[in-house]
């Protein structure tokens, strides 16, 4: 469990900030990879993404191409649902917030060094993201030099956070409301 109902509602807050940022961290952690809801043109879309970062005033990072779907979405509407689920804890987190896209400026290109070698391909393919190929391997292609040009960080700052704990019969589910300046309102709610 990340938390009981011994727990005051401020340890809550503090230990599912503590696993988000382990999230980030730690390759081999559940809260690794988010399932990231955005708001497609027929209705809501959903992907799962990798959390990349959660800086010291509690903005997520994460890493795509710009010409992929999420991104012009995000453009149009900014809000983005984060879902965690850790299996071993049985915790879920859900995160409601706003993105900014971040390309070619100055934050995106201080992410782009940690990007090495191989990995850039994820940002390079010739061919956009979901462009319709008559076979896989069509997908394949990639320029001889990369660079950063299609990387695109999507800077995420949270305004709501649910945490259920699964717990029998007694499940335990708090939230937490931003109120500006770093401060939170939370509250119990029946699971
Ligand atoms: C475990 C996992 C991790 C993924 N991580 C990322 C990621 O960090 N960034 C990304 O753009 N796509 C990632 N993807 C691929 C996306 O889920 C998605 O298929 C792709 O980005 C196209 O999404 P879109 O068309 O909704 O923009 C990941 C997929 C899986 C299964």
């Not at 503090?14 to 708001?39: C, M, W, Y």
């Not at 879902?83 to 915790?91: A, D, I, T």
Request: one cysteine or more; glycine letters at 6%.
């Amino acid at each position: 469990m990340l938390f009981t109902d011994e727990d005051s509602l401020d340890d809550v807050f503090h230990a599912i900030k503590h696993e988000l940022n382990r999230g980030s961290l730690d390759s081999r952690h559940p809260f690794r990879f988010v399932s990231l809801a955005t708001q497609g043109e027929e209705g809501p879309d959903l992907r799962y993404v990798v959390l990349r970062k959660v800086d010291k005033e509690f903005n997520f990072y994460f890493f795509t191409d710009a010409r992929s779907s999420k991104v012009s979405q995000l453009m149009k509407d900014g809000s983005i649902v984060l879902l965690f689920y850790h299996p071993g804890k049985r915790v879920q987190v859900k995160v409601s917030g706003e993105a900014e896209i971040h390309q070619q400026n100055e934050l995106s290109r201080s992410f782009w060094p940690i990007v090495q070698g191989d990995s850039q391909k994820a940002y390079n393919s010739v061919m956009a993201p979901g462009t319709i190929v008559s076979d896989p391997e069509k997908a394949f292609q990639w320029p001889d030099e990369m660079n950063d040009q299609h990387f695109c960080l999507i800077k995420f700052t949270p305004v709501e956070i649910e945490g259920l704990q699964l717990n029998g019969l007694t499940h335990i589910r708090a939230q937490f409301k931003s109120t500006g300046n770093g401060n939170w309102s939370s509250v119990w709610l029946v699971p």
